[in-house]
């Protein structure tokens, strides 16, 4: 059973620092690694997708690595924003025969500071 | 497109009411789920459909019941609530696994309170 553990569980920094968000998954055969950004009450909002046969993806401000060899992946912020304060969330699709089914991971609460 | 649309937005339930969870996809979306968020904790796994007609447990099944009579609509119903249901669900889809990159869309969630 795959199992997703994302550390740390609340993140506070000042404004303009980078930082580094870990996720890490305890079966290899991942098809892909998806993160997400929630915000309080609402939904979830796909950041970053991450096949297994990539090592990384980018967008903006926002870096996704993916090691599967050691079941782990960052999602690194640079230069953080007041704005970018949200709940930021993991999941691995299993390979194989698995539906798309996601199993998550409990979330890191980000909060930047002006 | 509107994408994933879930109704209600909010409920309160009484202990051992009933009641219907409605998402629909105008994506013509194959695949569509259904998960439930507890406070701080990520998301489980409740139903899944892979196509109209077909649907299979996920890893939180017990007390709900799902059907699928079409592509669009897959409906989570709630026969007697629990306060233990008390959560956030969110409906999802993604396109055929032929699609390649299996990405998720969500819904914008239901907040059901069962007291």
């Known amino acids: 059973k795959q199992e997703v553990t994302q550390i740390p569980a609340a993140l506070s920094v000042p404004e303009g620092e980078n930082l580094v968000l870990n996720c890490s998954f305890t079966?290899?055969?991942?098809?892909?690694l998806q993160w997400f950004r929630q915000d309080p009450g609402k939904g979830l909002t796909s950041l970053l997708l991450i096949q297994s046969s990539q090592r990384e993806q980018t967008s903006g401000r926002l870096n996704a690595s993916l090691d599967k060899s050691s079941g782990r992946s960052t999602l690194y912020i640079a230069a953080s924003q007041p704005g970018d304060s949200a709940t930021y969330l993991c999941?691995?699709?299993?390979?194989?025969?698995?539906?798309?089914?996601?199993?998550f991971g409990q979330g890191t609460i980000l909060t930047v500071h002006p | 497109n509107a994408g994933v649309t879930q109704t209600p937005k909010f409920r309160i339930l009484k202990i051992g009411q009933s009641m219907t969870l409605q998402c629909t996809q105008d994506m013509n979306h194959n695949y569509m789920y259904w998960y439930r968020q507890d406070p701080g904790m990520g998301l489980k796994l409740i139903y899944y459909s892979v196509g109209a007609g077909i649907t299979d447990k996920g890893e939180v099944p017990n007390g709900y019941n799902v059907s699928r009579s079409t592509t669009e609509d897959f409906p989570l119903r709630l026969e007697l609530a629990a306060p233990s249901q008390t959560s956030v669900y969110f409906c999802a889809s993604i396109p055929t696994l032929s699609a390649g990159s299996y990405e998720q869309y969500f819904g914008p969630g239901t907040r059901l309170t069962v007291t």
């Open positions: 999941a691995a699709l299993a390979g194989g025969t698995s539906y798309g089914k996601l199993t």
């Open positions: 079966d290899s055969a991942i098809y892909n």
